[in-house]
């Protein structure tokens, strides 16, 4: 087998030439508009790049997934080729396989030792203990889930340091 063919082909494995033009061309945009960010003349052609390349994009997908991926009813009789059809039956697999009666042993479980409640957490927390954790807080890092940069929460106190507290205290 050659080294650049893989075993489990993706859609973007058969369309590499026609992606790689699509991004040239978008790349050539950027690049222009970079020059002149403040052109109209250049900002419209360069979103408009954007938006047919991520249809392209989009219809090559749709394409493939048509092509490689029928899959059977539920029933097992019916053959699905068209994407919404297999959409939902995934979706229909999925929630088969998540939403299972528990097999936990009730009573098993409440002749285990328990731990203690920590009861540390019962009060909302404390100004200084926001500003502790806002200190603690890595700089330089990826935001969390929130997209708020530590170097956010550090350079806005003392004003978000108190409407952080009030925030953390209404949860």
């Known amino acids: 087998m050659d080294q650049n063919t893989r075993k489990h082909q993706d859609w973007f494995d058969n369309n590499d030439e026609d992606i790689q033009k699509l991004l040239d ?10 020059q002149d960010n403040t052109s109209a003349s250049k900002k419209a052609p360069y979103n408009s790049i954007k938006g047919e390349e991520q249809t392209k994009f989009r219809e090559m997908q749709d394409s493939w997934l048509n092509r ?14 068209d994407k919404n059809a297999i959409l939902k ?26 731990a203690a409640i920590n009861t540390s957490m019962v009060e909302p ?13 890595s700089i330089g890092k990826a ?4 997209s708020i940069p530590a ?4 350079a806005g106190q003392p004003v978000l340091l108190q409407e952080l507290t009030k925030l953390f205290q209404t949860m």
């Open 68 to 81: 490689t991926s029928p899959l059977l009813s539920a029933d097992g009789s019916t053959l699905l080729s």
């Open 89 to 114: 039956r995934w979706a229909e697999h999925c929630n088969n396989v998540l939403n299972r009666p528990s097999s936990i042993n009730v009573k098993a479980i409440d002749s285990m030792l328990q």
């Open 125 to 137: 927390p404390k100004e200084p203990e926001v500003k502790e954790a806002i200190k603690l807080s």
């Open 151 to 154: 170097e956010i929460c550090r």
């Open 143 to 146: 935001p969390g889930s929130d």
């Open 25 to 34: 061309e978008k790349r050539e945009a950027f690049i222009s508009l970079q």
